[in-house]
């Protein structure tokens, strides 16, 4: 009973973070005047959210200050999973009450923003900026987490379950609070020079602000149908790249970044395998590019290297259209998309450390095969908070986790072809962009998708930003109570 005064106290804190967070857009209305008419689609579900969370908060206050036992990592799972799905169902009500998009796509649009997917059934070409601003806001959001926005401005004794339930692994300050004001103060100071940059590059202020939301967030929303693309400007290309790498990169390592700790820097084993992965992908995809596309080498390197650290930071911009490209390419992509970003980043993804584990996996059993059985080798890896040994339990979870991932990344592609009608490799390369959070679309996602197709999606995104486990254990904890009650009633 006590735990669960906890849980409702949390959540009340949540419903009143997340009805703020919906009211934001509405500051944009000064800068668009034509926009005032869809005010009260953000501020009723908005005060709606933060009059319930009052009153929850203020009916639990006083007995969550007496409780005593301690909050349980089922607990903290179970809390996490209603921010996110009521932060999905409050955030697509200003699609809906505005008449932008029926409630499945609005659901669709507010998922994808949130989990910082990026996949769109809005025709960017006649929304209103206030929701090019909504979309992209969500992103910047959802890269952070609600969990992590709550602690930051309330420090609870519940935060390290809570920090840890969302899916933080890295604990970069002492204080927990203090953890979750550096990385704002990172992603906040990287917003403000990504966008004055784009500025000075030529792209108007408000697609500014908004690519630099959706690159930090490795969201992928843009304010063009053709994504970044449609500025056919190198500099702007070469921009973006920085920013989906910073978007991608640990957090921790970002922190030793602002430390000027180089050298730290270059030994983090995740950043170098990114880097061995660019080299092996970028020059396949350009000659695959070059040869079937008929451009040139210079031409064929620039899409590949931009749209190969897109699927692998897992942001989901783009500077050309998938439906011409060559199947080699496009099955390539779909690797990048299932590998991910940084562990403990914005990405989506199996995630680069985890795929960097499993080859070193493999290689240990070869060689455990070709040597004598007697040696035992103690194998590590480095991370930005230095060496980590590569133990059985490190490897049991992140094949675990793998196999798992995989399972459902196989069954979302057949599910689509079955509701879509594509081929498999649409459908397994629309689902791993879905999955891995990634947003990229080979031109089945958009307007006139139909809703089966768009459910499986929304599954699939849910699934890779909370990185499944969330998921599943918050699903047990919730199914766990019910029995309980039940019990309790039957007796």
């Keep these: 009973m006590e735990n669960k005064l906890k849980e409702l106290n949390n959540i009340g804190k949540l419903m009143i973070l997340i009805g703020l967070l919906v009211a934001v857009p509405i500051v944009l209305i000064p800068f668009y005047p034509n926009d005032i008419q869809y005010f009260s689609a953000f501020v009723i579900p908005s ?91 969500m992103q910047f959001c959802g890269g952070l987490g609600f969990i992590m926005m709550m602690i930051m401005i309330i420090q609870g004794k519940d935060s390290m379950s809570l920090y840890n339930a969302e899916g933080h692994p890295d604990r970069l300050m002492p204080n927990i609070k203090k953890t979750a004001q550096v990385i704002f103060n990172m992603y906040s100071f990287f917003l403000i020079v990504g966008t004055g940059t784009y500025i000075i590059l030529g792209m108007p202020a408000l697609d500014s602000l908004l690519h630099t ?127 991910g970003g940084g562990l403990g980043s914005t990405a989506g993804g199996i995630k680069l450390t985890r795929v960097y584990l499993m080859i070193r996996v493999l290689g240990f059993n070869i060689h455990k095969r070709l040597s004598s059985r007697r040696r035992v080798d103690s194998s590590y890896y480095y991370s930005a908070q230095g060496n980590r040994k590569i133990d059985q339990d490190l490897i049991s979870d992140t094949v675990g986790f793998i196999a798992l991932y995989l399972m459902i990344l196989f069954t979302g592609g057949i599910l689509i072809t079955w509701t879509s009608g594509a081929t498999l490799t649409q459908s397994v390369f629309e689902f791993a962009s879905s999955l891995g959070t990634v947003g990229l679309s080979i031109g089945l996602t958009g307007p006139n998708t139909d809703g089966g197709t768009l459910i499986v999606q929304m599954f699939g995104m849910i699934l890779g930003r909370l990185e499944i486990f969330i998921i599943l254990i918050g699903i047990y904890s919730g199914a766990s109570s019910i029995k309980f009650k039940l019990r309790e009633v039957l007796q």
Excluded at 113 to 124: Q, R
Excluded at 245 to 258: D, H, K
């Design 213 to 339: 939301m959706s690159a930090l967030s490795t969201g992928g929303f843009s304010t063009q149908p053709t994504s970044i693309g449609a500025y056919q400007s190198v500099s702007i290309e070469a921009f973006t790249i920085l920013l989906m790498i910073i978007g991608t990169t640990n957090f921790a390592v970002l922190l030793l970044l602002t430390k000027r700790k180089f050298s730290q820097i270059f030994k983090v084993s995740e950043l170098r395998f990114f880097g061995i992965l660019l080299l092996i992908f970028v020059p396949l995809i350009t000659l695959s590019l070059s040869y079937e596309l008929y451009l040139s080498l210079g031409e064929g390197f620039r899409h590949s290297i931009f749209n190969v650290v897109s699927a692998l930071s897992t942001t989901g911009f783009s500077t050309l259209s998938y439906e011409g490209w060559p199947a080699a390419s496009i099955g390539m992509m779909i690797i990048l998309m299932v590998i």
């Design 47 to 137: 005060s709606v959210s933060i009059i319930l969370g009052l009153i929850i908060g203020i009916v639990f206050r006083k007995n969550n200050d007496e409780v005593k036992f301690q909050y349980t990592s089922q607990d903290g799972s179970l809390t996490v999973l209603f921010a996110w799905f009521y932060g999905f169902v409050l955030g697509a009500i200003p699609f809906v009450l505005s008449g932008q998009l029926m409630f499945l796509q609005g659901l669709y649009e507010s998922v994808s923003g949130w989990t910082t997917t990026g996949l769109s059934v809005m025709d960017v070409t006649v929304t209103p900026p206030i929701f090019l601003f909504y979309r992209s806001f």
